[in-house]
């Protein structure tokens, strides 16, 4: 596995998921700050590159709402 590899799926899917979800680029960063979308990409690159676009948004989707879900409870 290669930085650049990393970096540019990481990229390719962050524009995806913004365009999914109608998010700028700020309000991206913020959710990454919360939800650690990147780290989660970087440490998933090896199944993740192989399994598509759409599967890779879907498994974002669904941490996200795990953690919110998860954070509500606690609040």
Same mark, same amino acid.
């Given at each position: 596995?290669k930085?650049?590899?990393v970096? *540019?799926f990481?990229?390719?899917?962050?524009r995806?998921?913004?365009r999914r979800?109608?998010?700028?680029? /700020?309000q991206f960063v913020e959710?990454d700050?919360? *939800?650690?979308?990147?780290?989660f990409l970087?440490?998933?690159?090896?199944?993740?590159?192989?399994?598509? @676009?759409?599967g890779v /948004? @879907?498994e974002? @989707?669904e941490?996200?709402?795990?953690?919110?879900?998860?954070?509500?409870?606690r609040?």
């Amino acid at each position: 596995m290669k930085f650049n590899d990393v970096a *540019y799926f990481q990229v390719g899917i962050a524009r995806k998921y913004m365009r999914r979800h109608n998010l700028t680029p /700020l309000q991206f960063v913020e959710r990454d700050k919360q *939800y650690n979308i990147l780290h989660f990409l970087e440490v998933g690159y090896e199944p993740f590159h192989l399994t598509g @676009d759409e599967g890779v /948004l @879907d498994e974002l @989707d669904e941490i996200v709402s795990e953690q919110q879900a998860s954070a509500s409870h606690r609040a």
